[in-house]
């Protein structure tokens, strides 16, 4: 079964500085991969995704995310953070389910906070 | 902008009550999933449906059913409430089966059962 680990629970981070968050998976085929964001509050917002071609991927809000097949890794990057970025992040690995939907199974998150 | 809207974003329950969390998508979207949230467990998959009347359980479907009976609607039914049950309930919706398709998530209903 697939799965998906996010080592960081708690992140925190001065703004301006550079951030990643770590993803890996275990899939046993090509992954579709997922990042989301949950602000306060809010429901999750997409970020970025990955299922093909260039493995660096944009995203919204800034966001950058590279698939290493070699490592089962997902991580999330941004040059330089805002305020506005705390909030909590979710990887996830999308399959198909017995051709009827995809699924997707989360990570536990992890928690940015951004200290100015 | 696809809009997922969810009937309550806070719910209080009694042990034992029958238990609607509805959620309504705008977009003529096929698929749409019930998920809850807990800390340090991430989302869980409790239901999810391809099509009108159509369903299939989750990773994690005990103590819970669901209903579409229109394309737009799925309500998420808790038959008799109980305090585990207390969670942050997510819906989310998307256009396709592809697994490469991003779901839309609606703001989530908190349900407290007391």
């Known amino acids: 079964a697939q799965s998906v680990t996010q080592p960081d629970i708690h992140i925190t981070v001065s703004e301006g500085a550079s951030l990643e968050l770590r993803c890996n998976y275990s899939?046993?085929?090509?992954?579709?991969l997922f990042w989301y964001v949950q602000s306060p509050g809010q429901g999750l917002q997409l970020l970025l995704k990955?299922?093909?071609?260039?493995?660096l991927v944009q995203g919204i809000k800034g966001f950058e995310a590279e698939f290493k097949r070699s490592q089962s890794s997902f991580n999330l990057r941004k040059p330089s953070v805002h305020w506005s970025d705390a909030a909590e992040y979710f990887c996830?690995?999308?399959?198909?389910?017995?051709?009827?939907?995809?699924?997707?199974?989360f990570g536990t998150g992890t928690r940015l906070q951004v200290t100015l | 902008d696809v809009k997922v809207t969810q009937s309550s974003r806070y719910l209080v329950k009694r042990t034992g009550e029958k238990v609607f969390l509805e959620c309504v998508q705008d977009?003529?979207?096929?698929?749409m999933f019930w998920y809850r949230q807990d800390p340090g467990l991430g989302l869980r998959l409790i239901y999810f449906?391809?099509?009108?009347?159509?369903?299939e359980k989750g990773d994690i479907p005990e103590g819970y059913s669901v209903s579409r009976e229109k394309k737009e609607r799925f309500s998420l039914i808790l038959e008799s409430a109980s305090t585990n049950q207390t969670s942050m309930y997510l819906c989310?919706?998307?256009?396709?089966?592809?697994?490469?398709?991003?779901?839309?998530f609606g703001p989530g209903t908190r349900l407290t059962v007391l």
């Open positions: 990955y299922f093909s071609g260039d493995t």
């Open positions: 989310a919706s998307s256009l396709t089966p592809a697994p490469g398709q991003g779901k839309f």
């Open positions: 899939y046993g085929a090509t992954p579709y």
């Open positions: 449906s391809y099509d009108v009347k159509m369903k």
């Open positions: 977009m003529d979207h096929e698929n």
């Open positions: 996830a690995v999308g399959i198909i389910n017995t051709g009827t939907a995809s699924k997707l199974t």
